[in-house]
């Protein structure tokens, strides 16, 4: 995601492996979390956001309604996912 950044700032031509590292790891994180990982979708959900933000303070504005919607998402299923481990330890 910090590739993607630094692609994004310096105009790097490298874009279509930047993309392929970034949901590489993505689907890492979205495997451990499908298993139950609480960390695993906390730190993606941390990522994304981070992504987001330094994405917005880059100038680009075009996909921030939907990076919005998607990081509402992933916050409510971090809330979720605390709250069914909560209910499974009691």
């Not at 492996?17 to 890492?28: C, K, P, R, S, Y």
């Not at 979205?30 to 990982?37: A, I, L, P, V």
């Amino acid at each position: 995601m910090l590739l993607g950044l630094v692609t994004a700032l310096g105009r790097v031509a490298v874009l279509p492996q930047v993309f392929a590292v970034e949901g590489a790891i993505l689907i890492v994180f979205g495997y451990f979390t499908m298993r139950g990982s609480l960390p695993a979708l906390a730190i993606a959900t941390t990522l994304y956001g981070i992504e987001g933000i330094l994405t917005a303070a880059a100038g680009s504005y075009q996909s921030l309604v939907i990076r919005v919607l998607i990081l509402f998402f992933l916050i409510q299923g971090l809330l979720a996912l605390r709250e069914l481990k909560r209910r499974q330890a009691n």
